[in-house]
Nanobody, 121 residues
């Protein structure tokens, strides 16, 4: 079993910053892609940012220039630094990883439980 524990969600004013963390533990040989998704009330879950094992990143257009994704492979942890937050960033943020349990194993996916980010004055 693999567990993902997220932290860092909070209530913040527009223009503020937050840093989300997601630590993976359990039967993991290697983590390939690490992702952050979000889901706002009444909307579909959307991909916010992703980072590959080699460090390549990609972002949703709505967060480019404001959010930065990073990872610490020694700690199996992914971060999302969120700056210049807007009310429309309000959502539950989920981390997701694609990983292998052992060498040569097939890719599996795991999700965190979500952390609430609320941007409001």
């Amino acid at each position: 079993q693999v567990q993902l524990v997220e932290s860092g969600g909070d209530l913040v004013q527009p223009g503020g910053s937050l840093r989300l963390s997601c630590a993976a533990s359990g039967s993991i040989f290697r983590i390939n892609v690490m992702n952050w998704y979000r889901q706002a009330p009444g909307k579909q879950r959307e991909l916010v940012a992703k980072i590959t094992g080699g460090g390549s990143t990609d972002y949703a257009d709505s967060v480019k220039g404001r959010f930065t994704i990073s990872r610490d492979n020694d700690k199996n942890t992914v971060y999302l630094q969120m700056n210049s937050l807007k009310p429309e960033d309000t959502a539950v943020y989920y981390c997701n990883i694609e990983y292998q349990r052992h060498y040569g194993g097939y890719l599996q996916s795991s999700w965190g439980q979500g952390t609430q980010v609320t941007v409001s004055s």
